[in-house]
């Protein structure tokens, strides 16, 4: 896959655009894991499958450093990590080199080189917004249904139509009570009741466009357009903690997908 000079991607956006694509699959993303006994030593990558799990370190040039350093990781994380998994490891890049790329192969790493420019799907029909995390529906056995909520709540939204633009999106009624009960430390709720009952009636889109909703959290402008939303705001203003929002019945592996340390595909 021949790279294009135009376009130049960062090991994040590489990581990201390796889940995207289904290339590894479909499981859950761990984003910078401690996998070091004695000190600090991170992986860039944890997908955790229902069979197996993949170590995965990016880097924008394929190099010896990364070879080393994904499978010394691997030795680490079978150390720390007892798992019956089969543990299979990946090095995603921009640009590969042939002689290294070569040595990988004899040690079972996977290499997979990305940074084509991405074109936009084509829009063949309406595209459903889930309200809770902000991810495009999929169709499952005639209906639509939110993964990533199924994922982290065991349960996925229910499709509504907005109040104001009539377009439908999901929706989850078990988010409601905690949205509304969390406060900052001052004691300002993030989304009283009132403005609750309007809120969870309008689709992403509109919320985000309606000054009802605009609120300044810690020096940051939340629109509230998703819970996502509000608590990548809440945490990144440093309003809250991920503690604070576990006492309010948020689980923390969502928090965690919502500030970007998880990602799930």
């Known amino acids: 896959m021949r790279i294009k000079e135009r376009y130049k991607m960062d090991e994040k956006q590489l990581l990201n655009e390796l889940i995207e694509k289904g290339l590894l699959g479909k499981g859950e993303a761990k984003f910078e894991v401690n996998v070091g006994t004695k000190e600090p030593k991170y992986v860039d990558l944890v997908f955790e499958k229902e069979d197996e799990t993949w170590l995965i370190e990016a880097k924008s040039i394929l190099n010896y450093e990364a070879l080393g350093q994904i499978l010394s990781y691997k030795e680490l994380y079978l150390q720390k990590c007892v798992s019956p998994k089969n543990v299979k490891l990946g090095i995603v890049c921009e640009k590969s080199d042939p002689d290294i790329e070569q040595a990988c192969k004899r040690y079972g790493i996977k290499i997979f080189v990305l940074g084509e420019v991405k074109e936009e799907p084509k ?56 949205v509304t009960r969390i406060q900052l430390p001052d004691g ?8 609750a009952r309007i809120w969870k009636w309008m689709c992403p889109k509109c919320r985000k466009n309606s000054e009802l909703f605009c609120s300044l959290i810690g020096g940051e402008w939340s629109y509230k357009e998703t819970t996502k939303e509000i608590i990548r705001a809440i945490i990144k203003s440093r309003s809250m903690t991920i503690r604070n929002l576990e006492l309010y019945g948020i689980p923390r592996e969502f928090i965690e997908y919502c500030i970007g340390k998880r990602k799930f595909h």
């Open 123 to 178: 829009a063949s029909r309406q595209i459903v917004i889930c309200g809770v995390c902000g991810e495009i529906l999929k169709e499952k056995d005639g209906e639509l249904i939110c993964e990533v909520c199924e994922h982290f709540f065991d349960t996925t939204g229910e499709i509504r139509e907005c109040i104001e633009c009539h377009s439908k999106f999901a929706h989850l009624p078990a988010i409601d009570d905690i």
């Open 188 to 195: 300002t709720v993030v989304l009283s009741k009132q403005n």
